[in-house]
C-alpha cells in the first residue's frame, strides 16, 4: 500500500484553532499546563495574548469558561479527556450544560491509544459522561481533515460542544477538498448489503479496511463514520439496519456509554435489530505501544471481520 | 452616604428578608439562614452600587453579580423581585414545579441571574471567568460575587483565588459570608477554613474584614476595591447567620429548614415590626 498520511487529530486541533484564530477574534483557548499535549501550543505561539493558561487546575478552568463565554468569547477548554470529562465533569454538566453555555472542550488523549501512560490516563468513559448531559454536542472525529472541519463547526455552532480527540497518528482518508462535515449527520464510507459496521475516531479505518478484507471473502459490509455521537444521526442507523438486518458497532472506548449504547437505545426501539458492540470490554487498559493495545483490546480490523463473520454465521 | 439614604436601605433590606421568608414558608424548603445573613450586601450591591437596569436584565454594559453559595437563592430572587426584575407576588412560587424560581439560581429562566449555580465552589470561578473576559476586552463591567464560609473548603474556590491574583483580576471583588455556620455545625468545627482574611493575602488578594451587616462599612469595602489595581479584592464579612428572625440566629439548623405556618407567622410579625420602626426612624 502506498503511503498513506498520518496525523493525530491533537494535532488537527492546534492546527484548526490557530487557522480559526486568524478569522475570529473572539476565539480564547483555555490550557490546563498541557499545551504541548493538547497542541494548542500551536495556538498560544500565534496568538499568546488570547491563550490563557490555568495551572493543573481543571475544575477551575472549566467553570472559568463558562464565566468568559458569558463576556462574548468563545472558549476552547482543552485537556486529556480524563480531565476534561473527567476530572471537571460535574464544572461541565453544572456551569456549561445546565446554562447551556456557548463552550468548547477540547478533549486530547481519549481512549487506550495513549498508550504507554497507561490506565490512569486511558479516558474509555468520556462519551458515555457527555452524552449523558442534557444539550451536549459530542464529537468523535476520525481523520485530520474531519477533525479541523469538527473543530469550524463547533465555534460556529451556539451551545457546549465536546470535541474527542487522539494522542495517536491515524491515517487520513477524507479529501480535504469534497468533505462536507456536518454536527449530526453520519457518512457512509463503504457500501455494502450484508451487513454494516457503524464506527466512530480511529475504528472507522479499521473498519473499512474490514470492509475491504470482507469483500474478497464475498461479504458485502458498508461501513458508517458515526463522527457524532450525539445527537446521534437516526436516519442513517435505521436505513442501514432496514438495509443490511445487522449490525457491528465500534469504538476506542469502553462498550458501555458510548456509540454501542446509543445505537443499541436507538433500534431496540424503533427497529430492534441484532448489534454487537466493539469496544474496550469493561475493562481498564495498561501501558504499552498504542499499536499493540488497540489490537490486544480487539479495536483492530482482524476482531472486526472476526465479529462480522461470528454474526453471519461464517 | 447620607442618613436618608441608609434609611432606605434598611427598610428595603428587611423587606428582601420578608420576601426570603415568603419564599422558603412556601416552597416548604429552601435556606433561610444563609439568604438572612447576606441581606445588606445584595441590598447595597443593588440599590446602591452596580451599574444594572431591570428593564434590560441582560444590558451587556452591566456589572455583574454571581452568587457562589447559590442556596442562598432566596435571597437573589427576593433582592431581584424588590428591584423590580419580576414581580415580588412571584416569590411564592419558589421550588413550586413549573416555577422559574428554581431552588438554585438558573441564569437561563430568572431575569437578572447572571450565573447558574448552586454546587458550590463553580460560581467563584465563573466570576473569575467574566472578570477576565471583561478584562481581555478592555470593559468597565465589574463582576462581584459571594461565597459561602463553609464553600470555601472546596478545593475549586483556592484553584479560582489563583487565578484571578495570577492574571490581576482587579475588576473583581469577592465577598465571603462568614456567618461561621454550615449544615453540619460550626465551621472551625467541622472543617475550619479559618484563618480566611490570612488565606485570602497569601493567595494574592487584597483583603479586608468588615462587619458584614454595617451599610457604612459594606461601601466603604466596595469603594477600596474599586480603587485596587493590580489585584483582585475579597472582604471577609463577619454576619449573623438568621439574621433579623430572632428563633433563626446564630442556629445552624435553619441553614436548609423551612419555617411552619406558626414559625412563619412570628418571622413576619418580627420582621414587620422591625420594618415599622424603621419606617418611623
Partial sequence: MADVKKIATRDSYGNALKALGEKYDNLVVLDADLAGATKTATFQKAFPERHFDC???????????????????????????????????????????????????????????????????????????????????????????????????????????????????????????????????????????????????????????????????????????????????????????????????????????????????????????????????????????????????????????????????? | MTNEEKKALRITATKIRMGIIEGTHAAKSGHPGGSLSSVELLTYLYFKEMKIDPKNPKWEERDRFVLSKGHAAPLLYSTLANRGFFPVEDLKTLRHVGSYLQGHPNMNEVPGVDMSTGSLGQGVSAACGMAKGFKFQNLPNRVYTLLGDGEIQEGEVWEAMMFAAHYQLDNLCVFVDNNNLQIDGEISKVMSPYPIDEKLKAFGFQVEVIDGQDFDQIEQAVAHAKATKGKPYAVVMKTIKGKDVSYMENQAAWHGKAPNDAEYEQAMAELSALLKKQEEE
Fill in chain 1, 55 to 314: 495551572g493543573i487546575a481543571e475544575a477551575n478552568m472549566t467553570a472559568v469558561a463558562a464565566g468568559l463565554s458569558t463576556t462574548g468569547l468563545v472558549p476552547f477548554v482543552s485537556s486529556f479527556a480524563m480531565f476534561a470529562a473527567g476530572r471537571a465533569f460535574e464544572q461541565v454538566r453544572n456551569s456549561i450544560g445546565y446554562p447551556h453555555l456557548n463552550v468548547k472542550i477540547g478533549a486530547t488523549h481519549a481512549g487506550i491509544s495513549v498508550g504507554e501512560d497507561g490506565a490512569s490516563h486511558q479516558c474509555n468513559e468520556d462519551l458515555a459522561l457527555m452524552r449523558a448531559i442534557p444539550g451536549m454536542v459530542v464529537i468523535n472525529p476520525a481523520d485530520d481533515v474531519e477533525a479541523r472541519a469538527a473543530v469550524e463547526a463547533a465555534y460556529h455552532y451556539v451551545g457546549p460542544v465536546y470535541l474527542r480527540f487522539g494522542r495517536l497518528a491515524v491515517p487520513v482518508f477524507h479529501d480535504e477538498e469534497t468533505y462536507k462535515f456536518e454536527i449530526g449527520k453520519g457518512e457512509e464510507v463503504c457500501p455494502g448489503d450484508d451487513i454494516t459496521i457503524i464506527a466512530t475516531g480511529l475504528m472507522v479505518k479499521e473498519a473499512m479496511d474490514a470492509s475491504r478484507a470482507l469483500k474478497e471473502e464475498g461479504i458485502a459490509c458498508r461501513v458508517i463514520n458515526m463522527a457524532t455521537i450525539k445527537p446521534l444521526d437516526e436516519e442513517i442507523v435505521l436505513k442501514a439496519a432496514r438495509e443490511t438486518g445487522k449490525i457491528v458497532t465500534a469504538e476506542e472506548h469502553s462498550i458501555i456509554g458510548g456509540l454501542g449504547e446509543a445505537v443499541c437505545g436507538l433500534l431496540s426501539e424503533k427497529l430492534p435489530t441484532p448489534v454487537r458492540r466493539v469496544g474496550v470490554m469493561d475493562t481498564f487498559g495498561e501501558s504499552g505501544p498504542a499499536l499493540e493495545l488497540l489490537k490486544k483490546y480487539g479495536l483492530s480490523c482482524e476482531n472486526l471481520c472476526k465479529v462480522v463473520k461470528e454474526m453471519l454465521g461464517k
